[in-house]
């Protein structure tokens, strides 16, 4: 697989209001619909299940150690949302006093820290776009800022080894790499890959490779900003993971993007696309 290579994806699900944040959990495919409230988790062969119903936009999320799942939610209340296991839905952490403005990704390590990042500004408001956030949630629930200068951070991913947190700062154009600390907190910030393309939601290979959604491609990059390959798509890319029976089928979530304004549940032009990657899953999510 090839940038040479003619890639056509196959459309495993289709009607999506808005698909995001693709995670493959206990043999499903799990995703946000956020624009419909839902969070859904599909089978191999397409048929979706509705996993929750939420009424404050269920944008992002990831599961706890433990397999409690932690929803990012942009409604009336900002909080991170927790799961429990017997499917009641309680606050993790108050994010009210940290940022004012949306939350975007979520990505949860090995030991129940949840990394998380907002945009930094009111992007469906129309306002002129400032510089975003990166904070990190303990398991206990407790919220430390981690960094205010990343430029429309997007998605995340920690590489298999736990060491180093993936950032996509869609505005600059490139995945930015921290170290992460036993404290959880990180260090030590620098430019992993230059990308050509806005990268949005991003997940990791076995080979250390990063897929990252940008725009109408779905581009494989390697540490220093190489191509490795690209899947070309009919309209636009906003996350992808990889997994599967064997971990090495490349989840796309897509829909046709008009901006802003154009938002809404009616507009069902969103789809899971497949494709046979050239290496499995590793890293979070």
Same mark, same amino acid.
């Given at each position: @697989?090839?940038?040479?290579?003619?890639?056509?994806?196959?459309?495993?699900?289709?009607?999506?209001?808005?698909?995001?944040?693709?995670? &493959?959990?206990?043999?499903?495919? &799990?995703?946000?619909?956020?624009?419909?409230?839902? =969070?859904?988790? =599909?089978?191999?062969?397409?048929?979706?299940?509705?996993?929750?119903?939420?009424?404050?936009? /269920?944008?992002?999320?990831? &599961?706890? /150690?433990?397999?409690?799942?932690? $929803?990012?939610?942009?409604?009336?209340?900002?909080?991170?949302?927790?799961?429990?296991?017997?499917?009641?839905?309680?606050?993790?952490?108050?994010?009210?006093?940290?940022?004012?403005?949306? #939350?975007?990704?979520?990505?949860?390590?090995?030991?129940?820290?949840?990394?998380?990042?907002?945009?930094?500004?009111?992007?469906?408001?129309?306002?002129?776009?400032?510089?975003?956030?990166?904070?990190?949630?303990?398991?206990?629930?407790? $919220?430390?800022?981690?960094?205010?200068?990343?430029?429309?951070?997007?998605?995340?991913?920690? +590489?298999?080894?736990?060491?180093?947190?993936?950032?996509?700062?869609?505005?600059?154009?490139?995945?930015?790499?921290?170290? =992460?600390?036993?404290?959880?907190?990180?260090?030590?910030?620098?430019? #992993?890959?230059? $990308?050509?393309?806005?990268?949005?939601?991003?997940?990791?290979?076995?080979?250390?490779?990063?897929?990252?959604?940008?725009?109408?491609?779905?581009?494989?990059?390697?540490?220093?900003?190489?191509?490795?390959?690209?899947?070309?798509?009919?309209?636009?890319?906003?996350?992808?993971?990889?997994?599967?029976? +064997?971990?090495?089928?490349?989840?796309?979530?897509?829909?046709? #993007?008009?901006?802003?304004?154009? @938002?809404?549940?009616?507009?069902?032009?969103?789809?899971?696309?497949?494709?046979?990657?050239?290496?499995?899953?590793?890293?979070?999510?």
């Amino acid at each position: @697989m090839t940038k040479k290579d003619a890639i056509n994806p196959t459309v495993l699900l289709e009607g999506l209001a808005l698909g995001e944040s693709p995670r &493959w959990h206990e043999g499903r495919l &799990w995703l946000s619909d956020w624009l419909a409230g839902h =969070i859904l988790s =599909i089978d191999e062969k397409g048929t979706p299940r509705v996993e929750l119903r939420m009424a404050g936009l /269920p944008f992002c999320f990831d &599961w706890l /150690p433990d397999g409690r799942l932690l $929803v990012l939610s942009n409604g009336d209340e900002r909080k991170l949302l927790r799961r429990e296991l017997d499917g009641t839905v309680v606050s993790h952490a108050d994010l009210t006093n940290l940022s004012e403005y949306p #939350w975007n990704e979520i990505v949860v390590d090995a030991h129940g820290n949840a990394y998380i990042n907002s945009i930094g500004y009111d992007m469906m408001g129309g306002e002129d776009p400032r510089p975003g956030s990166l904070a990190v949630v303990a398991p206990d629930g407790s $919220v430390r800022s981690l960094s205010d200068d990343l430029h429309f951070p997007n998605g995340m991913a920690i +590489t298999a080894d736990g060491s180093t947190l993936i950032v996509a700062e869609s505005h600059a154009k490139r995945l930015s790499a921290f170290d =992460i600390e036993n404290d959880a907190t990180v260090t030590n910030r620098r430019v #992993w890959a230059e $990308v050509d393309g806005y990268p949005d939601g991003i997940c990791v290979d076995a080979e250390g490779a990063v897929w990252a959604a940008a725009m109408d491609r779905c581009l494989r990059i390697a540490e220093g900003g190489a191509e490795l390959a690209e899947v070309v798509l009919d309209r636009s890319a906003f996350a992808c993971t990889l997994g599967g029976p +064997t971990g090495d089928t490349l989840y796309v979530v897509a829909a046709e #993007w008009k901006g802003p304004e154009y @938002m809404s549940p009616e507009n069902r032009t969103g789809r899971v696309l497949t494709v046979r990657a050239p290496a499995a899953h590793a890293g979070r999510p």
